[in-house]
């Protein structure tokens, strides 16, 4: 440990723009991975549906189709109201 301290540290001394640069890179790599805004990006993902919905006409065999658009079916999404 006291080696890479003596490394930064001689580092800083010679070239401080190339080590703010590397800190700046480290920092944006790990930064997406301890973010909060990933999990939450992630959850409102999963969730929106990947087709638009399109309106069809029900001939009375389709079980699938709710009866109105209105109608709530798939995810339920009241934990991003809560947020």
């Known amino acids: 440990m006291a080696g890479i301290a ?7 001394n ?3 723009v190339i080590v703010v640069s ?5 920092f944006g790599g790990i930064l997406p991975f ?5 999990k939450y990006t992630a959850m409102v993902n999963s969730a929106t549906p990947y087709t638009y919905p399109v309106p069809v006409r029900d001939d009375g065999n389709m079980p699938d189709i709710p009866t109105h658009p209105c109608i709530p ?3 339920n999404l009241e934990w991003l109201k809560k947020l």
């Not at 590397?22 to 480290?26: E, I, R, V």
């Not at 301890?34 to 990933?38: E, H, L, R």
Request: proline residues 9%.
């Open 73 to 75: 079916k798939g995810n």
């Open 22 to 26: 590397f800190g700046f890179t480290l």
């Open 14 to 16: 010679k070239e401080p």
């Open 34 to 38: 301890v973010s909060p805004t990933t």
């Open 6 to 12: 003596a490394f930064l540290k001689n580092a800083w």
